[in-house]
């Protein structure tokens, strides 16, 4: 059973950075397509980033592009997502999401992913 485990998220001032890390055990994250969502009060879940399982292929959200950048470590099999230039509009909770099998057009949507992880809550003061 593949379980996710995130950590990183915290309370920072806008322009501020955080990193989020996601261990992944139970299988390996070079098998998955592995991705961020983020989920704020009273909104539906928003796509955020992606990794390809070839680690070689990433992908992003229009609101994050330029600001955020994801990666893996697979010696560690950890996900990261590095966020810098914080604002208040990406308080959330954030999580993460591994999937089999998921064709590139269709990463974004929640229903193509397996396994998630229990989240991680980000705070942006204005």
């Known amino acids: 059973q593949v379980q996710l485990v995130e950590s990183g998220g915290g309370l920072v001032q806008t322009g501020g950075s955080l990193k989020l890390s996601c261990v992944v055990s139970?299988?390996?994250?070079?098998?998955?397509?592995m991705a961020w969502f983020r989920q704020g009060p009273g909104k539906e879940r928003e796509f955020v980033a992606a990794?390809?399982?070839?680690?070689?292929?990433?992908h992003y959200g229009d609101s994050v592009k330029g600001r955020f950048t994801v990666s893996r470590d697979t010696a560690k099999n950890t996900l990261y997502l590095q966020m810098n230039d914080l604002k208040p509009e990406d308080t959330s909770i954030y999580y993460c999401?591994?999937?089999?099998?998921?064709?590139?057009?269709?990463?974004?949507?929640?229903?193509?992913?397996?396994?998630w992880g229990q989240g991680t809550q980000v705070t942006v003061s204005s």
């Open positions: 999401a591994a999937g089999a099998g998921i064709i590139w057009s269709s990463l974004w949507s929640s229903n193509n992913y397996n396994y």
């Open positions: 139970g299988g390996t994250l070079r098998r998955y397509t």
């Open positions: 990794i390809r399982s070839n680690g070689g292929t990433t």
